[in-house]
């Protein structure tokens, strides 16, 4: 029974950083691909949206830092899937507020 349990832990972690990696790599792209001006806008609009969020980020985890021992870093990777998250949810928001 302990088993089975570490074992679909693990495959949840498997997946979720799997998604975390396809989410990254296609914000990436969604950046650099360029279109009308309607996916233009729906664009701006999602990278304002998650950089207010990554920059609420960056002051929570500063509060951490400063209220806390002081000694946890900020880790990039953690960072950029955080990134990578935000611009996906503002994106699919915009998408379907805007219509793209």
Known sequence: MDNNGL????ILFLVFLGL??????WM??????????????????????????LVGYFLLRTLVFMLGDGKELLHPLITLMVAAYLFAFSLAWYKRKLGG
């Open 7 to 10: 074992s679909l832990f693990a």
């Open 20 to 25: 975390s990696a396809a989410l990254i790599i």
């Open 28 to 53: 990436f792209v969604s950046l650099v691909h360029l279109g009308d001006e309607r996916r233009q806008q729906i664009v701006g609009k999602a990278c304002t949206l998650s950089f207010s969020g």
